[in-house]
C-alpha cells in the first residue's frame, strides 16, 4: 500500500467517533490535509532554528562589537541601546492606550459581532487549538482596526474555555465573554439575529448597526456541513451569507476561517467595498477566477497574510541590553495579542 494509502487508512481509524463516515474522496482529502500539516510543521520548526541562529549570530556580533570598542564607546552604546528600547516601550504602551480606548469605544457604538462556540463537542482537540488561534487572530485584528467591531464570545465553556483562559492576558481582553448562548444573552433581540453562513439563501449586502452578526466557532474540515445554517433554522433566526460569489470563483469551496470571515466585516465596515475586503483578506491559493475584472490594487502582503505570519511565528526571540549584558525576551503569539490589551507586558 502506498503512502497516501497508509495514511487514509490511518485518518480513519484515528477518530471513528469524530463525526459522520467519511467518502472516500472526504478520506484522500483528509489524508492529504495530514500531509500538509506535517510538511508546514517542518517549515515551522526549520524557520524557528533559523530564527534561533540569526538571534545568536546578532548576540555574537553585538558582544565583539562591544569587546573592540573603548570603556568610553562601550558606554555610549550601551546607553544608545537603553535609549532605543525605552523610546520602543514608550511607543507600545501608548499604541495599546489607543488600542483600549477604541475597544471600549467600540463596545459603545460599534457594530455586534459574535463568536458562537458552542460546537466544541464537534471538533477534536487540534481543531478546538485551531479555533482558540483564530479567536485569537480576531481579538489582535479587531484591536489593530480604526474602528474595531463589538467583539462578542458566547456559548464559552467545558474544553474551549479552558484553553482561552490558559492564554497570557485573556482576563484583560476587552471583550465581552459569555458562558450562555446567544439566544440567551440576546433574547430581548432576537429579531436582529443574523447567523452568518454560507449555506444561506440571502446575501449580505449592507451591515444593519441595529443587527447583531453570528459567527460559527467552528472547524470541521468540512465534516459538518449546514450545522450552523441547521441550527438558525432551529432556532428561527435570520442568515445570510457573505456575496464571495458576486466577485470570486473560489479555487475550493467557500467556507472560510473564523478570523477571515471576521476580518472581511471589519474590511466592509471600514471601506464600503466588498470586492476590497475580500481581495484584502481571502488569501490567494484560495482564489480561482475572477467573475469581475482583475483587482489592480492588491497587494500580496494583505493583512490576512500578515496576520497569517504571526501563527508561523511560534518564538521570535528579541534581544536586548543590559550593562552590557544580553537577554533573550521569548515573543509567542500569544505575546503579541495579549499585547493588544491594556497595560500587559507581564509575559515579557
Given at each position: 500500500?502506498?503512502?497516501?494509502?497508509?495514511?487514509?487508512?490511518?485518518?480513519?481509524?484515528?477518530?471513528?467517533?469524530?463525526?459522520?463516515?467519511?467518502?472516500?474522496?472526504?478520506?484522500?482529502?483528509?489524508?492529504?490535509?495530514?500531509?500538509?500539516?506535517?510538511?508546514?510543521?517542518?517549515?515551522?520548526?526549520?524557520?524557528?532554528?533559523?530564527?534561533?541562529?540569526?538571534?545568536?549570530?546578532?548576540?555574537?556580533?553585538?558582544?565583539?562589537?562591544?569587546?573592540?570598542?573603548?570603556?568610553?564607546?562601550?558606554?555610549?552604546?550601551?546607553?544608545?541601546?537603553?535609549?532605543?528600547?525605552?523610546?520602543?516601550?514608550?511607543?507600545?504602551?501608548?499604541?495599546?492606550?489607543?488600542?483600549?480606548?477604541?475597544?471600549?469605544?467600540?463596545?459603545?457604538?460599534?457594530?455586534?459581532?459574535?463568536?458562537?462556540?458552542?460546537?466544541?463537542?464537534?471538533?477534536?482537540?487540534?481543531?478546538?487549538?485551531?479555533?482558540?488561534?483564530?479567536?485569537?487572530?480576531?481579538?489582535?485584528?479587531?484591536?489593530?482596526?480604526?474602528?474595531?467591531?463589538h467583539l462578542w464570545l458566547t456559548g464559552c465553556q467545558g474544553e474551549l474555555d479552558t484553553h482561552l483562559q490558559r492564554l497570557p492576558g485573556y482576563y484583560k481582553w476587552i471583550i465581552e465573554k459569555e458562558s450562555r448562548s446567544y439566544i440567551?444573552?440576546?433574547?430581548?433581540?432576537?429579531?436582529?439575529?443574523?447567523?452568518?453562513?454560507?449555506?444561506?439563501?440571502?446575501?449580505?449586502?449592507?451591515?444593519?448597526?441595529?443587527?447583531?452578526?453570528?459567527?460559527?466557532?467552528?472547524?470541521?474540515?468540512?465534516?459538518?456541513?449546514?450545522?450552523?445554517?441547521?441550527?438558525?433554522?432551529?432556532?428561527?433566526?435570520?442568515?445570510?451569507?457573505?456575496?464571495?460569489?458576486?466577485?470570486?470563483?473560489?479555487?475550493?469551496?467557500?467556507?472560510?476561517?473564523?478570523?477571515?470571515?471576521?476580518?472581511?466585516?471589519?474590511?466592509?465596515?471600514?471601506?464600503?467595498?466588498?470586492?476590497?475586503?475580500?481581495?484584502?483578506?481571502?488569501?490567494?491559493?484560495?482564489?480561482?477566477?475572477?467573475?469581475?475584472?482583475?483587482?489592480?490594487?492588491?497587494?500580496?502582503?494583505?493583512?490576512?497574510?500578515?496576520?497569517?505570519?504571526?501563527?508561523?511565528?511560534?518564538?521570535?526571540?528579541?534581544?536586548?541590553?543590559?550593562?552590557?549584558?544580553?537577554?533573550?525576551?521569548?515573543?509567542?503569539?500569544?505575546?503579541?495579542?495579549?499585547?493588544?490589551?491594556?497595560?500587559?507586558?507581564?509575559?515579557?
Amino acid at each position: 500500500m502506498d503512502e497516501a494509502g497508509v495514511e487514509e487508512r490511518n485518518a480513519t481509524a484515528a477518530a471513528p467517533d469524530a463525526g459522520p463516515a467519511l467518502s472516500k474522496s472526504a478520506r484522500k482529502k483528509l489524508a492529504k490535509q495530514q500531509r500538509l500539516e506535517a510538511r508546514k510543521a517542518e517549515r515551522k520548526a526549520a524557520e524557528k532554528e533559523r530564527r534561533r541562529r540569526d538571534v545568536e549570530r546578532r548576540r555574537r556580533e553585538w558582544e565583539e562589537t562591544l569587546a573592540a570598542a573603548t570603556e568610553e564607546e562601550r558606554a555610549q552604546m550601551i546607553g544608545s541601546r537603553r535609549e532605543a528600547r525605552r523610546e520602543r516601550v514608550e511607543r507600545r504602551g501608548e499604541e495599546r492606550e489607543m488600542r483600549a480606548l477604541r475597544l471600549r469605544r467600540a463596545a459603545e457604538v460599534g457594530p455586534k459581532v459574535v463568536l458562537d462556540l458552542e460546537f466544541s463537542d464537534l471538533m477534536t482537540p487540534n481543531e478546538i487549538h485551531s479555533l482558540v488561534q483564530q479567536i485569537m487572530y480576531c481579538y489582535a485584528v479587531n484591536g489593530r482596526c480604526a474602528s474595531p467591531a463589538h467583539l462578542w464570545l458566547t456559548g464559552c465553556q467545558g474544553e474551549l474555555d479552558t484553553h482561552l483562559q490558559r492564554l497570557p492576558g485573556y482576563y484583560k481582553w476587552i471583550i465581552e465573554k459569555e458562558s450562555r448562548s446567544y439566544i440567551e444573552a440576546f433574547q430581548e433581540q432576537k429579531d436582529n439575529l443574523v447567523y452568518l453562513t454560507a449555506d444561506s439563501e440571502t446575501t449580505l449586502e449592507e451591515i444593519d448597526q441595529k443587527k447583531i452578526y453570528i459567527i460559527g466557532g467552528l472547524v470541521d474540515r468540512n465534516r459538518w456541513k449546514g450545522v450552523t445554517m441547521k441550527k438558525a433554522n432551529e432556532q428561527g433566526i435570520h442568515s445570510a451569507k457573505l456575496p464571495i460569489g458576486n466577485y470570486l470563483k473560489m479555487s475550493s469551496s467557500q467556507v472560510l476561517t473564523v478570523n477571515q470571515v471576521f476580518e472581511i466585516l471589519l474590511k466592509f465596515i471600514e471601506t464600503k467595498d466588498w470586492k476590497d475586503a475580500f481581495f484584502q483578506v481571502i488569501p490567494q491559493r484560495k482564489r480561482g477566477e475572477l467573475e469581475a475584472q482583475t483587482y489592480e490594487g492588491e497587494d500580496d502582503e494583505t493583512l490576512a497574510t500578515a496576520i497569517g505570519k504571526l501563527s508561523e511565528d511560534e518564538v521570535e526571540l528579541e534581544s536586548a541590553e543590559e550593562d552590557g549584558i544580553v537577554l533573550k525576551k521569548p515573543r509567542t503569539i500569544e505575546a503579541e495579542v495579549a499585547a493588544t490589551t491594556d497595560g500587559v507586558d507581564q509575559q515579557q
